[in-house]
């Protein structure tokens, strides 16, 4: 191949190359423009349903495509069409210059260089000297394709984005695709009807329960809730070779298109109710041009409506003392079906604002379309803090899957925490207000007298008696508001819960007096005053006003020594009441730090936290009420170091610390170092109310401190009895075991065999089958067998039996109960009951015969006792009857003196009484055990007595309004929502 020749073979390796970069950037860019606006338009149509625009686009889309697809073939072809073009493009590209265009221009001409006169071999050697220089360059190199790669690959994410779509939406594109090829605003409204025999088939969403439902011969109006799948059936009245079924919106705009299926006259359709609008028919017939109906036919949407919900509660704006349980009775009702029912709340936070919204699952429906039910709210789990008002209602939800469930709420109602403590300050701060009262008058007293005792300033003038008269009317006055202010406070003790019992009775005793003293006063006014507009007064005529007064004066100082020391004793035992309900605080977190130890269990955790908040906010009310204090109470009364100098606080702190560490045990510990100090300073505050009480009200205190005092002495020697009778039990079990230790083995296996029996029997009672509140007593029972399994487990025969004899007397009154209820059921239900009655008689006979064989088994009390143990018995017989008569003596003793006090013995002491006659008809049989049983019983009623005289110094917390602190609120709806029993 000559140099010509291989020059024009290079020039061509360069003209493809670049025809290539052309033709591929180029058709890349203009695949890339066009794919994606086809696949915008396709969306559109989608999603926004047929239109014109999107025909015209999509043609302007497909032409566009077309002329750019064809520029990108053309334009290269023609642009690199000659050997020069190319030359000119590697000259510049290499910066050759011009060599290869003069050597390309030479080799085109050189046939006819030799008839120009021009020399072959100059152009030979241009010739090879630019073959020469091509040879150096690499037409790849030379040619970079990278632009056209680039163009390629964003051809190739627009390739991807249609495949996406076509896995991911296919439906999608697919409505694009029938919305460009629609007509439907082309189609022409038919003249005369095109369908008849139209007849519907409605399948209701699941949600509703509703079954399907048939409508044959109908205009083809639907009225369905949303999801309603809708199957058309329709009679073509024209010759029909497909046809389709348009789906419109209220305002005309068409939403679907949807082919329907033809089998000669036959035509089948179906669509999804999603919202009110209407649909028709198109049909093409095999020649001419389609045509649709003229009437649209209607869609009615019938909307799902949210349930409705009733609240009844004992009030709708309630106050209650303590953290109650109130009883709520709420009903719900849905048109398709209910899925969940929640109390929801929210409580007002410290600065007045609204806390955050909680919820409480009531119960879980599947379908029903109404439910009602019950609820105790125990107001405790709430945590709140006395005075925080709490807003609450009732929500359901229906079981709407298809537009989501529909909530329904009941009427808000509101619940506040009655805290006694802020009522009964109000009190003592109106009985504080009362004492500054009779101050202030006691003051005008004095001044009163002590200028009725001036001599006359003109005795002339009959001035002095005259203003003499209208000060002893301004003071007579004062001392009528002063009684009326009286009697308000004394009213107000009603309500206040705190109030010690004597107060009110002590506050009408001041009343009566100064209202004595009051009325001759006045009597004596209205005389004088009657006597002035006859004659002209003298200043002797004051004297029984004078007199009068004397006394006014005398009573009042001492009223006012009294109230105050009311007002003060009341401050104090205050304190001691909120020392009292930390002290309660702390006992309960002593239990719940144990059971978090065993547990781990969140719910512990945030009961922990509880009350830990709680004792704070005591510990904090206590240094306020201190605080106060002081300076109104002499020092000696009140001992400020009591509080521990911040100790609690920091046992506290160091306490939530620990539990945040998760140490629980160190947090128990640290506690217990807690307890001591709160201890101390109950005790401390004690001591500091019994000498304000003696000091100032002596009488009282002393009626109490007797009392108390007897009763701690009689407590002391039942507790030695007890113990007496203890160690001669513990010497009596010791000779059982050894007279019976080759029998004891046999008999426990036999025993606990039989004690498992007795639980199988009771496991087999259904509690669904017992009277109400009888399921209580079959876990008596039930904990009373796993007391024999326990004793027999310890080989402890003397515990088995008592607990075994326990358990019959249990079963035996379950039984009872069982058989009245039998009698009461109807007849369906009465072989239930007789079923469970069956194995509560066989568990009470197997509990009988083990206590009447370990009886038979365990030696007789004569051969356990030797004759230093019969002494011994018969000594603390003796002691008994002593302790029993000293007992009776203090009964009679002290019963008007505790009236007296504000305490009362009641059937207490009786009670003991009882006990320790038992006790002591036990000693005289030799029977250790139930002597120690008698004996502690005795004692624990004594104990209660003598901390009811303790809590004499305490302010009462006997109720108020509603039940006690552990009761419940009932609803006032009653009757209104049945529940079955």
Known sequence: MGDRAQLAAFLGTVRARLRLRETAREGAVAFAAAAGALLGVLVGAGLFGPAPVWRSLGWAIVV????????????????????????????????????????????????????????????????????????SIDPKRLIDLRPARRASAAAAAVAAAWLCGALVAPGLLGRGFTALAAHATAIEAAAEPILGDLDLELTFPKHTGLPPRSIPGTSGAVLAPPGTQVSLHARALVPAETADLLVEDAQGKLLATRQAEVKGTAIRAAFTVTQPGGYRFAIKPPSGRPVREADLHRIEVEPDRPPRVDLAAPADDLEVAGPKKIELAWSADDDFGLASIELVWRAATSDGGKGGEQRKPLRTIDGQRSASGRLEWDLAELDLTPGVRV???????????????????SRTLYVRIYSPTEKHEEVVEGEQALVEHAVQLLADRIDVDRFAALPDVDSASQLSPRRELDDWTTAHAKTEAFLAELGRVAAGLDKDTLAPKDLKPTLAAVGERLGRLSRDEDAALHALKERGHKVTLERAAMKPLREGNGKHVAELERDVLLLDDLVDRQRMEELLAVADEMAKARDRLKGLLEQYRKTRSEAVRRDIERELRALERRLAELGQKMSRLSGEVPDEFLNREAMGDGDMQKRLDSIKSLLDKGDVDQAAQELARLSQTLDKMVSTLEGDLRGFRGERFSAEEKALSELEDRLADLEHDERQLQQEAENLRTSQKQKAQELMRDRVEPLLSKLK???????????????????????????????????????????????????????????????????????????????????ARDRVDEAGALAKRLAQEIDDALPRTDDLLGPADRKRMEELRSQQEATRKRAEEARRTFAEKAKEAGASLGDGMKEAERHMQKAGERFGAGDARDSAGEAGQAADQLGKMRQQAQQERRPRKDGGAGAGACGSVPSTLAGVVSMPR
């Open 753 to 835: 065999q039989e004690t498992q029996e007795m639980r199988g029997k009771l496991g087999e009672v259904d509690p669904q089958t017992l009277p109400p509140f009888d399921d209580e007593s079959l876990d008596q029972s039930r904990r009373g067998a796993d007391d024999v399994g326990r004793a027999l487990d310890q080989s402890d025969l003397d515990q088995a039996r008592a607990a075994a004899r326990k358990t019959e007397e249990s079963l035996r009154t379950l039984g009872e109960e069982l058989r009245r209820e039998e009698e009461r059921q109807w007849e369906g239900m009465k072989q239930t009951v007789r079923r």
């Open 391 to 409: 807003a609450y209602h009732v929500e359901a939800r229906d079981n709407d899957d298809v537009s989501g469930p529909n909530v329904g709420s």
């Open 64 to 135: 566009g495509a077309l002329v750019a697809g064809g520029r990108a073939v053309l334009k290269p072809l023609f642009a690199w069409r000659g050997d020069e073009a190319v030359a000119r493009f590697v000259g510049k590209a290499t910066g050759t210059g011009d060599l290869l265009l003069s050597a390309s221009e030479l080799g085109a001409a050189f046939e006819r260089l030799g008839s120009y006169g021009a020399s072959t071999e100059l152009a030979r050697a241009v010739i090879a000297q630019a073959l020469d220089r091509s040879r």
